[in-house]
Structures are given as C-alpha cells and as structure tokens.
C-alpha cells in the first residue's frame, strides 16, 4: 500500500472532533478505499485544547497548513463565511482540495469556490453540507446527470422536525418542544437559525443550485419558520391524517422556477410524512426517473463526518484531477412569491361560523371545510390551487368582513 | 463544445430503447452535463426493427462495435448470462467502458469485469442493475466509502411489492393480485423469478458484494418467494399494524455475515412500511452515519434508463480514468441458514386452543400470542430472537403433538 496521505483539519467543533473520531474507528476499511492511510497532520483552531489526543497537532497559524506541501487535502469544518471563505479560496488556489460541511459557504460562495477548485485542478466537495450523512449532494450531481430535476422538497433540518414531530404526536406547544429539543441537544440555547428556517434555506440554495447547475441567492428565497405553529393548527392537520413538516421546496414550472421554506401539510402515504424525530430527507422529482427519496440523520456529529470523509477518500482515490460540478456563477432568476401556486389550510375566526363559511365558499370556489368540535369561534377551509398572492388578496378581503376577527393562520400544503 | 462521442447499445429491449429516449429527451441538459453530446452509433439486436427510428444504427454483428475505435462506451442491456459475458469482457480487453442494467451478470461476474476494466483503464458500472433508478450503487461504493455497512434490507422487486401491497390493502389472495400485476404490466407472464425471489438474490448479491469488497455468491443465499403468503397471513400482520415485503438482507454479526432472500414484516413506522405498490427502497445501516434509505422507481423503463445514462455520462465525462470500485474476487462464507438469528410469526393449526398455547409457550419461552375471531382451529405467536435452526427444530416437536395438526406458516420479522 502507498504513504499515509496527510490532511489538515479547520475548526476543531462538533465535526471537526467527528471527522477524527470516523477515521480512527474504521481506519482500516478507509485505508483500503483509499487506497493509503489517511493521517491528521495538523488541526487548525483559536483555541487551544489541553490533554485532547489531538492537542500535539493543533495549530493556531493557518499559512503552516498552506504552506505545507505534503497537505494536498484540507477539511474546512468552521461554520460561518469568514475566514473560512478566505482559508477556503487560498487552499484552492494552492491546488489543495477542500472538502466541507459549511453550509453558509456552500450556499454564498458554491460557485466561485467550485470554479477556482476547477482552474486549479481540485476539488471544493461539500457532501456534508446538506442532510449531514445522508447521500444528496452527489446523487444530484452523477446519479441524476441524465434527469431534468422537476422538483425537490426536503425535510432539512433535524431540530424543526423533531418539534413538529413532538407537537403532533404528544400535543406539546411549539414552546415545549423546543425546550425539549434543547435539552436533548437536539437544538441550541440559541435556537433562531434552526426555527425560522434559516439553516433550512440554506439548504435548499444548494440543492436547487445543483438541481439548475446555476446560482441560486439565498437571499431571494422566501422563508418561514415554525415558530407561529400552534397546537390549534396541528388539531387540523391531524383530522386530515397529515402530518406538518418544515419543507424547503424548489420546483421548475412552465412559467419559471421558485423556491422556498415553509412549514408544509404533508398528505399521508407521501414518502415524506414518515419521516419522524430529528430524521432528514430530501424527496427529488425526476423528468425521467419519477419520485426518488432520500433518508437518514440529517445532523449529528458521526453522520456529518462521515460524509466528510467520504469526500476526503474521493479526493484521495483521484489525486489531481478535478471531478465535475455543474454550478455556474450565473445568477437564477426566481419567481416572485405572488406568483407561486400553492393550496393552503386557512383558520378563519369567526363568531357566525354558518355565514363565515358562505364568505369564505364563495371567495375560494371550491374550497373544503373544517370545523372541530373542541376549536369554536373558528373554522378552517382548504383551498384549491391558486397563486400566493391571490390567496394573500383573498385573506384581506375576509379581514375586512365586519363578523370575521381574523385569519389564525395560512399552512401551505405539499402537493 | 466538444465533438460528439458516439456509444453502442447491446440489446433495443425495455431498457435499451429507454436509453435512446433519456438520450432524446434530455439531449441538451445531457450534452452540458457529459461536456459533449452523445451520439447513438450503433444498436446491436439480434431482431430487426423495421420502420423504427434506429433501424439504420442496427447491426446483427457485435464485431462492428468492438472494432470501430470510435466507440469508447457500450451499454449492455442484453441481459442474462451468456452472450452478455463474452461482449462484455471483449470490451473491456478493449479499452471500451461498459455500462449495464444486467442484474444477473454483475450478480455473477462482477467482481472479474470490474478487476478486467482497472487492468484496461475503463470502466464497468452498473448503477441500474439495483433499484432501477434510485442511486444506491454508486452511494454506497462513495458517499459510504467512509462507513462499516453493518445490514442492508431491500425491497429490490417492484412485482412482489406490488402483489403484497395489493394482498395487504385490498383483501385479494396471491392468485389474485398476481393476475392484476400481470394484467398492469409489472408482472411477466412467466413471473417465477420475481415471485420466487431469484431477481432480488441478484441485487442483494451485488449490494452485499459492494459492503464487504468482496465476493458473495448467490447460490450460497437462501431464498424463499411470496407465493406461499396468503389472506390469513396478511390478517395477523395487519392485526400487529405491520406490513409484509419480500426483503433481500444483508447483516454483519459478531459471528459472520449473512445474507437471505424471505418476506418479512415490518414494524409500523420502519421507513420500509411505507414503500408500496411498485416501489422499491434500501435501508442501509453504516456504523457511524446510523440508519439512511434510498427511495424510488425500481424498475421501469425511463428509470432503468436514466439510470444507464447517468453512467454513461460519467464514462464521457472522465475518458480514460478507471473509477476505483471495491469488489475483489476473494469469496465470502456466509453464514449457514441454521445459525442466523430470526424473530418469527408461526401459525400453528390446532383443535385444542387452550392446549396448544401452552405448548407452544413452554417450547417458546416468552413469545407472545396471538388470536383472531376469524380464523378458527388456530393461533399464532411471535417468537423471540432464535437461531434459523432452533424454530425450525421446534417447530418438528409441534408436529408431533397429537393435538396440533401442523404448522400453517412460518414468516420472519425485521428487527
């Protein structure tokens, strides 16, 4: 068998400590995919980690691991656009391959960072940046190359599924799960990123960016988070046999493509309803192969690592040659959110609930209503197929019925 | 953009003429994504398709593929064993990279083709061979590189889950909805290797192969079909709120690893319960990224075939670069059927109830029983985690009680 090959580690966190945990455990199966050992040579960090086994490798100077020839393949597991974007685009333009798990990055920079990777023949794989262990990223990019990608919908994010999971299964409020979620770990004291989508956006910038091989701007993608679900709501969902999952969402239709991220009712017998706890998937829609998904731990420090490391053995396998992605810099324009068509669960408040329902029949035609028993004052009516802006039209139209108090909520519903 | 490359397609059945179609479709998304347009040269068939847009591509003679120096990537979509064989390796002596849908071939010979490739610095893939259009060859030889595979349980055949979906949702006996399978095309009228389970030992052949980097043989993995399932199977398992699937298995134990092809029934809530009609799904478990599935169209046409073209781009893509797959020729033992350890639901015909319970509970310590008003002269229990042999052994001690007339089915359960 060839030398060890030597990488360096940046960020020393959750997944940095992973990824040295991965390739400690199954050392010697990795050395044969490999096709050599894979050795840590320096791990880059601010801090300094007294007694850790990896406290003889630590580095607070990140030109060492730039300067060092022998490093060939670096692990940028920071988080966070500086310095990582920095570090990262000196790397490459060194010829050093750079694997990551930094989302933030992948969605701002993707297509720059893959670009640079490509002029100096290596590679800027980021596997482990969307659904922590669970194959996407390359799926999307070799095993879908001959499909036109119709549509994704995933359930990206561990901490808002394993709320909403709570809520429905054991009634908690969006408060009580989330405090739960935190002291399981599975959410930070700092909760913001997770609940109100912004990991989940993130996310989905990616997979749409693939999935049209051109640049997606985080930015312009609408964005709702979970925080306003209320036990009310999953009552209804639940007379449904739904289930509620954050979803974010890229479609291509005849009239331009959208995305977004938005709590999503979920039929039963849709692949994604089973999806439960802190468990991710992404379900992608396929012009040639149908409806494919895919499942695991979307989070997590082993899975996360794992899909680390897979990209370090790929970079390993294939030294200097740089492996294709399709992700131009050309900027995507996305429908604007009015125009996107979309079908949603509607709370009405109402005091005369009979007169409330003929209100509201006769501006969404065709609409469906719900009433539960233990809910008075309100019913709620699912819509037909309409355009967001029409159905935020519609909304306003019922505010101003003198015996209407307001709408509680507007879900979207998965088609 | 660079000049066309031009393929030959061995085989215009189901999936070769789905390739032309992919290759029709999705030309232009295919040709930015290959680098270059791909271009049908030759389709080899023994059969003569008058009036058919390939007509003048067909030729009856393999020889003109192997010595025309254009061709650098052949799809070999014959199926079956032999002449599959003999082109194949011909090609890959050749130089020429060879992709296949052949189940049965790779089952057999992958482990050669893939060592004759590396020595030709080609490639041979076989993305479609399992799953149809769901990526799970390529995850598993990459994204996973970095993972111990500790068990694989596939739903690898769409007939058989489209018959016990059928068994199970609408009442109808096995004759029944094997009819109705045949009727909506998922079935051959010849339907032994689906329903006897030969066509899922293939894949899980090739899925076990692909964990453990070495060769495991088909003959040596014990399969059973579907066709002894019947209505009063499907009562008790509806009873427990599970399902039933025809399951290819794969696991590492302590003691070795095993493989086997049987129905088993899924919990309620295992992602696998909800993979119905003819949908296949691989639940794998790695030892650092947990449990993770792979979701989608396990057959068909179009899926087949977008699955062939996504190789055959990858081919185009990196001429010239053997992709390093892991599957040595050094044979795997698998464990004999006697020693792998199973739960089982056993339905044991008996006059005496009463009787019978205590039998089978002395015989069975702490399996669980159960009764169905409908079904009469019989119980059934669930045993716990025994060996194979030990239930098969005890199940003849209950054949020997005079009072119990035999033992109707014998079904294992998932863990």
Known sequence: MAEDISIAILGYGTVGSGIVSVLESNRDSIAIKAGKGINVKYVFDIRNFPGDPIEKKLTHEFETILDDPEIKIVAEVMGGIEPAYTFTSKLLAAGKSVITSNKELVACHGAKL??????????????????GGIPIIRPLNTSFSAEKIESISGILNGTTNYILTKMADEGKTFEEALSEAQEMGYAERNPEADIKGFDTVRKITI????ALSKSVNSDDIYTEGIEAITPADMAYIKTLGSSLKLIGSYKATPKGVY??????????????????????????????????????????????????????????????????????????ELLPIKDI??????????DDIAEGRKVAQSLFQGCRVLALCELTGEFAIITGLETEGLIQEKCKILYEIPFIRGVANIIRMEE
């Open 114 to 131: 893959i670009k640079l990777a490509k002029e100096n023949n290596c590679n800027y794989t980021f596997e482990a940046s969307v659904g």
């Open 259 to 332: 995305a977004m991220v938005s709590p999503k009712i979920i039929p039963a017998g849709h692949p994604l309803s089973m999806v439960k706890d802190a468990y991710n998937a992404v379900f992608v829609q396929g012009n040639m192969v149908g409806n494919t998904m895919f499942y695991g731990s979307g989070a997590g420090k082993l899975p996360t690592a794992s899909a680390c490391v897979a990209d370090i053995i790929d970079a390993a396998r294939h030294p200097d040659i740089n492996v294709r992605i399709d992700w131009d810099e050309e900027k995507v």
């Open 341 to 350: 068509p979309m079908r949603a669960l509607i709370r009405v408040e109402c």
């Open 207 to 210: 997979l749409a960016s693939l």
